[in-house]
């Protein structure tokens, strides 16, 4: 029983119900008390191949699994589903490098982690007996939608049925979740925007007769959300993998710092940079970066987390966030009194904000430095880099890029410098021609043939051959319908 919910510490689970459950029982997130020091030496996971680095690394998080099993598991998870066995490539641009996380079977960073989640949740299903067939459910806003799709098609004893807002994705990513092959998939358009979308889902986890009438049908509700350890655990992997890589191509000396500049939404690719940090890499600082929507930006400035203001929609939408779920865990580990949290998340829910104190905001900003960028400033230095560097970003890489140049002006005796870079520029071409001041009149698909054209850079396949796949999906329903929908899916 390693992990603990953040709200309450008498809610125990093991790495493996907390893989299946997701969510802890209370609304809270399963956290490890003790975050255990990588028990090899850290020297002697950066000299190993990736499959063996992801199964040392992952180890940490997860005990019940032998060294072996880990390493049958990821070498499943990955093999064959990236460019190339490389995983995240990091590519020097500049006096910085950057660390590209998007080379998976849907050109999301979110590829990485959902390609060892469905094998993490099958495995835990059969160390713990469980016969249920699991089922998740996503409401998605774009990116997660697919990448769960692709990680979870065909995974024996799991389905999956995925909910889009009606108009607010855009038209690739429809495209790429409406041709979704697989016999155990499901996507369903709902009307209204992704709060309905998301709402309708919350609803239905905590239907508990709903709920249980399913089970008596032999099947468990699951969510594919980054609030899973089984998300978490995997992203730890390319921190270690791209410290390695800066070792081995002599941008560091074994032992110095480095700095990783993060384009955050929900929180969950940072928070795997601290769990690295605490497992024992050297990492420096940690750079939270937003977009317009700054809420992480003035929680680290001033301690006070404010939701309570409009959401602005912007050209890097997975960042289009105002509740971070992933800072909970932050929190639960910045905290002294591990009851404030609790606390926050009840305040939160009530008034739409919380204030830490003084004490805790400092420890937190030992950690996390942060800023922001505008929309147009993004778009306008895709611009800027491609034609100094020669080098293609994409809208939230953009963001991330903006913010880690600002830092290291406000910190001269800053480490290295590594930005992660969470998606292909060909998912979001419209802007990505804006900022190169090209013409970006046009539907999806020709938009990503001219980017390709201006740039010389090559599509990536998936996205390439989406206009010519067949329509698989065409429903589109009502809020209040996704309910009966997901019934009737299970027949
Ligand atoms: C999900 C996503 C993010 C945000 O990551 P979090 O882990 O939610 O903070 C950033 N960029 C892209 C392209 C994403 O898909």
Not at 47 to 66: E, G, N, Q, W, Y
Not at 126 to 150: F, H, N, P, Q, R
Not at 249 to 273: H, M, Q, T
Not at 371 to 398: F, Q, R
């Amino acid at each position: 029983m390693n992990y603990v919910s953040t709200r309450n510490p008498k809610i125990r689970a093991s790495d493996l119900q907390a893989v299946i459950n997701g969510l802890a029982p209370d609304g809270g997130l399963y956290v490890q008390p003790d975050i255990p020091q990588n028990d090899k030496n850290i020297k002697c996971i950066l000299t190993m191949d990736t499959i063996s680095m992801a199964a040392s690394v992952m180890k940490t998080f997860l005990p019940s699994f032998s060294e072996e099993e880990l390493t049958a598991l990821a070498s499943r998870s990955f093999k064959g589903k990236f460019d190339n066995d490389d995983i995240a490539p990091a590519v020097t641009v500049g006096e910085d490098s950057v660390l590209e996380l998007y080379h998976g079977p849907t050109s999301a960073f979110k590829d990485v982690a959902l390609s060892v989640l469905p094998n993490l949740i099958t495995a835990s299903k059969e160390k713990l007996g469980v016969k249920e067939k699991v089922l998740i459910l996503t409401a998605t806003s774009g990116d997660t939608g697919k990448a769960a799709l692709e990680g979870f098609k065909n995974v024996p004893g799991c389905g999956i049925i995925v909910f889009y807002p009606e108009n607010g994705v855009s038209d690739v990513q429809k495209a790429q979740m409406v041709t979704q092959d697989g016999g155990n998939v499901a996507v369903c358009a709902v009307k209204g925007n992704f709060d309905d979308a998301q709402r309708g889902v919350k609803s239905i986890f905590s239907d508990n007769a709903f709920c249980n009438s399913l089970k008596n049908k032999g099947v468990l509700l699951s969510s594919a959300n980054s609030i899973n350890i089984g998300r978490l655990a995997p992203q730890v992997v390319y921190y270690y993998k791209c410290y390695a890589d800066l070792v081995k191509n002599s941008k560091i000396r074994y032992g110095e710092k480095v700095d990783f500049c993060v384009p955050c939404g929900n929180f969950g690719n940072i928070l795997a940079g601290f769990l690295a940090l605490k497992t024992g890499l050297p990492v420096g600082k940690l750079i939270c970066a937003s977009n317009a929507n700054n809420v992480l930006t003035d929680f680290l400035n001033t301690g006070v987390y404010d939701k309570n203001r409009e959401l602005i929609k912007t050209a890097s939408p997975s960042m289009d966030i105002l509740v971070s779920s992933n800072l909970e865990r932050m929190l639960y580990y910045a905290e002294d009194d591990k009851d404030k949290v609790a606390f926050y998340m009840r305040k939160l829910n009530e008034e739409g904000k919380y204030t830490v104190s003084q004490n805790t905001l400092c420890r937190l900003r030992e950690i996390f430095s942060c800023g922001y960028c505008s929309d147009e400033d993004a778009i306008k230095n895709i611009g800027e880099v491609y034609h100094e560097h020669s080098y293609l970003l994409d809208t939230h890489t953009s963001v991330a890029w903006r913010v880690a140049q600002e830092y290291k002006k406000s910190a001269p005796s800053h480490n290295r410098v590594v930005i992660l870079s969470t998606a292909s520029p060909f998912k979001f071409p419209k802007a990505v021609l804006q900022g190169l001041g090209e013409e970006c009149a046009g539907n999806g698909f020709e938009l990503i043939e001219r980017l390709s054209e201006k740039t010389g850079v090559s599509v990536p396949e998936n996205l390439a051959s989406l206009s010519k796949r067949d329509i698989i999906f065409k429903d589109v329903i009502c809020a209040d319908g996704m309910k009966e929908y997901v019934f009737n899916h299970i027949g």
